[in-house]
């Protein structure tokens, strides 16, 4: 049997081809997405401009509730106290120790960051030309210089505000720095960013050694090695978005290779019912059938399965340089793909494709000689029991995970409506010959045979041979569930988050500053204005509430808004928003409730930057329903952030228009309409939806390249078919408009199909978040999907009919396949 089942190979090369390319994807994929794991296990990071310390410590970059349940990545830089710096000078085994400050500075409105000039020997920094810098004073990296030369005065935006200071020296990194610096004189960094972001520790023997020795308070950490990255680069905080990214996208590629090999098997297996037959009524026994169709896909499997490992870097790599196009990943962050990503990979493919090929293996053998054969000329399309239970199941999973979506808040819906599109495309894949069956209802055929003899060809046909044409329904319909369940959640979930945000505040115009934040001074002008009723600094971050501890959010941060005018539209039930200046703050009067606080009470917050502070509760504020935020001053707000100045200025005018504003004084300044609020907060949902975007791109590509050589193994083994027709009369035309009308009905049932799959996710996603089943997103998307289907299944079947039919009829009629 072995011996024939290799010999079979010759005459089955499209279908072989189908399962070949598919097993190829699956496993280069898997590989990619078990690189993504590892990378989020390791976080290895080479850092740059700090390189140069063997030891570097910092904050921890991630939050770790009191309960001890999960972490989450601090939003703001967690910055360590100056007088750590000497105190791990003076300890035992340590040469040196030199603090490192981050400002926020510009020059010519590049990227680049200030530091103190004593943090150029982490990298290290070395002179070119002039000296060291004094008060007043810069030494610039050599990108920065220009034409200017030491001597010169140049302009450096720090914290939004132009400076006009001397330019002292130029300096070149010993080493590849991304981000050029500027180096500001120690006493005048340490005046513009009073916290520290990391110590260099020099150590006077080995590193590790040294690790073990410091005394370090808590929540600070010493790192060696790559994990120094951790301090210099923001987004390495921790490895749980990695990790569930690399879960989800490999799960999805095992799901939809499953469905997509087991489809593949089982139209091959079914149009070789007539051989199989033969081969029973020879005296082949259901053991040596079933090993037959085992050993010959195993081949065939197994031999996509190396070449996809060979792939799976090339995969990783591509997959990784988008996460950091996107802005998913630091640059800075190493992909690791080890030999464990490439085992995993083989195992799980290698598990995937034996189970799947033995279910197919097992129904043929299960096949009688004298059956087999009647089944041959008129295919027999029934389920079994067990087949109808399982896609029963899945199918009332769907109806289940979308009712009970329906009644979560907004943050769980997206994670528990999700699944449904899934569950819901398995329940179509595992009942797809019936659902075809079903679909034929008298007003779709008649419309179909009104296309003459082609059109009643092409009615019969879908109902004998439903089983075959499953095979190509079951890829469209997953590609469309999971491109546009994918695609409008999170177009939804934006469309809600933006309109709950902006909604909330009073405003008609928006300044914001690309160099670090709004600074005083830009707030007093624009209060100044003509026409302006109102202004609000606004600062946004995350933090939790500890004291009394809040249980609602425990790894996800509560969303914090600083604000410092009349800005807020929400209904106040106690209190006043008046009174929000200090260390106060206004709570949710649900949150409220739950922690058993009211107005007048105090209550500890964790901050951004690692900070809890003591603030008293002055207002409760209500916000949209699971969209609620704790307010809080933006003076006290802004101060435990990165950058320590408001994000953005609100103003209210008395003619809803935008004043004239000259904002030359403040480079990088931009004034707008209140789009811009939303703008900028659309940019802090991004990366769940990019993500999405890409998950749904990779999984439409894999089952795009499926239905492709799904559709050519059942036009080309219907070489007889075509042969036979042509004898009796029939034109090569007729034959062409046939598969035609075959394949514009099965893509209009995939994207029915997919669309309602979709439905039972995007649906209740819409009524959590929104109010009502209605999703957001362009409709243009829809409707390049169905062009993307229709340009997918019509040039495919025209072009395989084509080749099926170029042989004779009488040399089609004994081919040895078809």
Same mark, same amino acid.
């Given at each position: ?12 090369t %499209? &279908?072989?081809? &189908? ?38 410590? *910092? ?15 601090f939003?703001?830089?967690? +910055?360590?106290?100056?007088t ?14 030199i ?10 409105s ?7 000039? &004593?943090s ?8 070119t030309?002039?000296? /060291?810098? #004094? ?16 001597g ?17 020296g130029?300096?070149t ?17 340490? +005046? ?12 006077t ?12 308070? !808590? ?6 090695g790559?994990?120094?990255g951790?301090? !210099?680069?923001? =987004?390495?905080? *921790? ?8 879960g ?36 082949? *026994? ?18 996509g ?24 990943v ?17 195992? #799980?493919?290698?598990?995937v494709? +034996? $189970? ?18 009647a ?14 239970i399982i896609?029963?199941?899945? %199918? ?14 907004p ?12 569950? =819901?495309? $398995? ?30 060809? @092409? ?21 469309t ?23 909330n #505040?009073? %405003?008609?115009v928006v ?11 830009? *707030?007093?002008?624009? +209060? ?16 939790w $509430? ?16 600083g ?7 929400g ?24 922690l ?6 105090e209550?500890?917050?964790?901050? =951004? ?5 003591k ?7 209500e ?36 004043p ?9 300044a ?25 998950? /749904? ?26 042969g036979?027709?042509? #004898?009796?009369?029939?034109?090569r ?8 009308? !075959?394949?514009?009905?099965?893509? @209009?049932?995939?994207?029915v ?11 209740p ?5 929104? =109010? ?39 040399d ?7």
């Amino acid at each position: 049997m072995i011996r024939l089942a290799l010999t079979t190979l010759r005459y089955r090369t %499209a &279908a072989f081809l &189908a399962i070949f390319v598919a097993v190829l994807l699956g496993s280069a994929l898997l590989s990619a997405a078990g690189g993504l794991l590892e990378t989020g296990l390791r976080l290895n990071a080479p850092p740059q401009r700090l390189a140069a310390a063997p030891i570097v410590v *910092t904050g921890d970059p991630a939050y770790h509730p009191p309960n001890g349940s999960g972490s989450a990545p601090f939003p703001e830089r967690h +910055r360590v106290d100056p007088t750590l710096a000497p105190k791990l000078a003076s300890t035992p085994g340590v040469a040196k120790a030199i603090a490192d400050r981050s400002v926020p500075a510009v020059v010519n409105s590049g990227a680049s960051s200030g530091h103190g000039w &004593a943090s150029a020997a982490l990298t290290p920094y070395t002179l070119t030309a002039g000296r /060291a810098p #004094l008060s007043g004073q810069v030494v610039l990296d050599q990108r920065l210089v220009g034409s200017s030369k030491p001597g010169d005065q140049v302009t450096v935006t720090v914290s939004g505000q132009p400076q006009t200071l001397t330019l002292a020296g130029i300096a070149t990194a010993e080493r590849q720095v991304d981000v050029p610096s500027i180096f500001f004189a120690d006493a005048d960094a340490a +005046r513009m960013a009073p916290g520290v972001d990391a110590i260099g520790v020099f150590p006077t023997g080995p590193a590790k050694d040294l690790i073990k020795r410091l005394d370090l308070p !808590e929540g600070i950490r010493a790192y060696a090695g790559d994990d120094r990255g951790v301090a !210099e680069y923001s =987004g390495i905080a *921790t490895s749980l978005p990695l990790i569930i990214m690399s879960g989800v996208f490999g799960g999805m590629v095992a799901v939809v290779m499953a469905l997509v090999v087991s489809a593949t098997i089982g139209l091959s297996v079914r149009q070789r019912r007539r051989e199989l037959a033969l081969l029973r009524a020879s005296g082949a *026994t259901p053991g040596q059938v079933a090993k037959m169709v085992i050993a010959e896909t195993m081949v065939v499997g197994v031999i996509g399965l190396l070449i996809g490992l060979l792939c799976g870097r090339t995969a990783g790599n591509w997959i990784f340089g988008m996460l950091i196009d996107g802005d998913i990943v630091p640059a800075q962050l190493r992909f690791d793909q080890g030999p464990l990503p490439f085992a995993g990979a083989a195992i #799980l493919t290698f598990l995937v494709l +034996r $189970i799947t090929v033995g279910f197919a293996a097992g129904r043929a053998a299960r096949i009688r000689p004298i059956q087999a054969l009647a089944e041959a000329a008129v295919p027999e399309v029934a389920l079994g029991k067990i087949r109808l239970i399982i896609g029963a199941v899945f %199918a009332g999973a769907t109806v289940a995970i979308a009712l009970s979506t329906l009644f979560m808040n907004p943050t769980n819906a997206a994670a528990i409506g999700g699944p449904a599109g899934l569950t =819901g495309s $398995i329940a179509v894949a595992i009942l797809a010959p019936l659902v075809i069956q079903r679909a034929l209802v008298p007003r779709l055929t008649a419309l179909i045979e009104k296309r003459g003899t082609s059109g009643v060809l @092409a009615v019969i046909n879908l109902r004998v041979r439903a089983v075959q044409f499953a095979a190509i329904l079951i890829p469209i319909t997953i590609a469309t569930t999971i491109a546009l369940g994918n695609i409008y959640a999170q177009t939804t979930q934006q469309k809600a988050a933006v309109d709950a945000y902006t909604d909330n #505040l009073n %405003a008609n115009v928006v300044v914001t500053s690309s160099t670090g934040g709004i600074p005083a001074s830009l *707030t007093e002008a624009a +209060r100044n204005l003509p026409g302006v009723t109102a202004t609000s600094e606004l600062v946004r971050s995350k933090g939790w $509430i500890e004291e009394p501890y809040d249980t609602s959010h425990t790894s996800d941060a509560w969303p914090l808004l600083g604000l410092s005018g009349p800005v807020y539209k929400g209904k106040v039930t106690k209190g006043s928003l008046d009174d929000l200046t200090g260390d106060t703050v206004a709570l949710p009067p649900g949150t409220a409730k739950k922690l058993k606080v009211g107005v007048g009470s105090e209550i500890g917050v964790r901050l =951004g930057d690692n900070a809890l502070v003591k603030v008293k509760i002055v207002a409760l504020a209500e916000g949209p329903s699971g969209y609620e935020s704790i307010l809080l001053p933006s003076a006290l707000l802004a101060a435990h952030t990165t950058t320590g100045l408001p994000s953005q200025l609100l103003l209210r005018t008395d003619n809803h228009k935008v004043p004239a504003f000259d904002l030359s004084k403040w480079p990088g300044a931009t004034i707008g309409d209140r789009d811009l609020l939303g703008a900028g907060y659309d940019a802090g949902l991004g990366v769940d939806a990019w993500i999405g975007y890409l998950l /749904a791109g990779i999984a439409v590509a894999y089952t795009a390249i499926a239905s492709i050589n799904t559709i050519a193994v059942a036009v080309l083994d219907r070489r007889r078919e075509f042969g036979l027709q042509r #004898l009796t009369g029939s034109t090569r035309r007729q034959v062409r408009r046939m598969l035609t009308l !075959e394949g514009l009905v099965i893509a @209009a049932l995939g994207l029915v199909l997919g669309l309602i799959a979709a439905a039972f996710s995007v649906l209740p996603i819409a009524v959590a978040t929104r =109010g009502w089943p209605i999703p957001s997103g362009p409709s243009w998307i829809l409707l390049a999907w169905v062009v993307v289907v229709l340009a997918l299944v019509l040039p495919t079947t025209a072009i395989t009919g084509r080749i099926a039919m170029r042989p004779k009829p009488m040399d089609a009629l004994s081919s040895p396949v078809g």
